[in-house]
């Protein structure tokens, strides 16, 4: 066991998904939303404590045997299509220069995301890695942790010393998957020499895929420890299911071994390489059409309420979440007790906060936000509460964390035949906790149906409470039927699904 080296920590996440309009701006990194601000020095630790988020985990670790940690900074932006050149290039010129400002550093743990693209590179992480490793040279151990989602590239394995990534999907393991980090760290500075090796998976699967409740992602984790225990000279094994909205050639997902024996890591990686392959036909997609999934969900609704999960146009998926396509199916197919969240609108959101609660607005609700094929939705609707967007989440994923989501509005469509309302907010921040629809008084148990603009993350706090969950393909920038995106950079040969055609 280490103690007393001085570790820098720092943190830098983006998912970038290219086919989305939005870019993201250093203005986005440095504000909060649900996630926290821009944070540098010693506020790091403070602002990190107790979070669900890989740093948090990492620091917590490493305090316990008495390191000694460097704060470099800390930043997150939502998902939205490429970070510009500006954003990314002021934001690791800070990180390299506090790298190099540092007097003595027995090692870097660095809080990436992994999908990462910049205007001008398509290996964010890579290239970041790269100029970490010239600052800081081939001697020290740089760890890294990435998000289930990453991208893994050649540079991000060939730069960092070791890479661990999350486990879970909705991500309940950010926090652990740190303190993971942190073990490995641990391994390293007590003179292992660890060998790492990446294969990448020769096809692309969707997010709505991706969950790790349901087969095949379920058993294909659940082997993982199950192999490293059972190896000698294996440290660890990941498998990252990639981000697959992000037209770079090394998109999709991976699976990363770590050991000091080499023929063990790569025996190791042919044999989950196979499980893998073999698991390919189990990928389900099962995605219904706004209008179908409205009907199936009022002939089910019972007791407790139906969940739609609005899956393409997730914000932290990159997806606008302004598109209408499912609020237009509830209201038009006459929902009872329907509610829909969040909808960003940060116009209609500040109108109905001038116009005060009990008025009623005419307002084209929506579809603002470039995404070709959405349009606003015009109705009249009533301001039946108002929220200043400051809340803290209450489900497992985000526990504890503090939403800054600017002036709410939970509106009322006046209409004859449905009952449906819409939770309007001021920043895009994917619906994953049931406190977003308790900020504005209402209480999601009591619903029918509850929609969603998130893909799976809100089955970790909504499916406990759900008759049943149906995904929807609505429009949106987050396709979940991936032949039906127009890749250009993918590498050759990769299947576009799960026994798909080839790019
Ligand atoms: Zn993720």
Known sequence: MSTGCTIAVGGFQHETNTFAPHRATFDEFERADSWPALTRGEALFSAMDGLNIPISGFIDAAKTYDHRL???????????????????????????????????????????????????????????????????????????????????????????????????????????????????????????????????????????????????????????????????????????????????????????????????????????????????????????????????????????????????DNPGAGGTSDTTGLLEALVDEGAQAAVLAILYDPEIAGQAHRAGEGATLDARLGGKSGFEGADPFHAQFRVEALGDGHFVYTGAMKLNSRAELGPMALLRVIDDHADVRVIVGSTRAQCLDLAIFRHLGVEPTEQKILAVKSTVHFRADFDPIAERTLVVAAPGAHPCRLVDLAYRNLRAGVRLEPMGPEH
Request: hydrophobic fraction near 45%; glycine fraction near 6%.
């Open 70 to 312: 460097y704060p470099l900074l800390w930043c997150s932006a939502e998902p939205s299509s490429f970070v510009t050149s500006d954003a990314y290039e002021r934001i690791v010129d800070e990180f390299c220069d506090l790298l190099e400002s540092a007097d003595h550093l027995d090692a870097v743990y660095l809080d990436l995301h992994g999908a990462m693209v910049v205007e001008h590179f398509e290996d964010g992480e890579g290239e970041m890695l790269r100029r970490v490793r010239e600052i800081v040279g081939d001697q020290i151990p740089v760890i890294v942790s990435l998000d289930l989602h990453a991208n893994i590239t050649d540079a991000m394995v060939e730069h960092a010393s070791a890479i661990t990534i999350f486990r879970t999907y909705p991500h309940l393991d950010m926090a652990e998957t740190g303190a993971r980090a942190y073990a490995m760290l641990d391994k390293i500075l007590a003179g292992d020499d660890m060998i790492g090796a990446m294969r990448k998976i020769p096809f692309l699967f969707p997010l709505t895929s991706q969950c790790t409740d349901f087969e095949p992602c379920r058993s294909i984790y659940e082997s993982l420890e199950a192999v490293v225990a059972e190896t000698p000279g294996l440290s660890s094994i990941d498998f990252a299911c990639g981000f697959p909205p992000a037209d770079i050639a090394e998109c999709g997902a991976a699976l990363v071994v770590y050991g000091t024996d080499r023929a063990v890591v790569e025996s190791t990686l042919d044999k989950l390489f196979q499980q893998v392959l073999d698991a390919e036909p189990e990928f389900e997609n099962e995605l219904l059409g706004p209008g179908e999934a409205v009907l199936q969900a009022i002939q089910l609704s019972g007791k407790k309420p139906v969940v739609l999960a609005d899956a393409q």
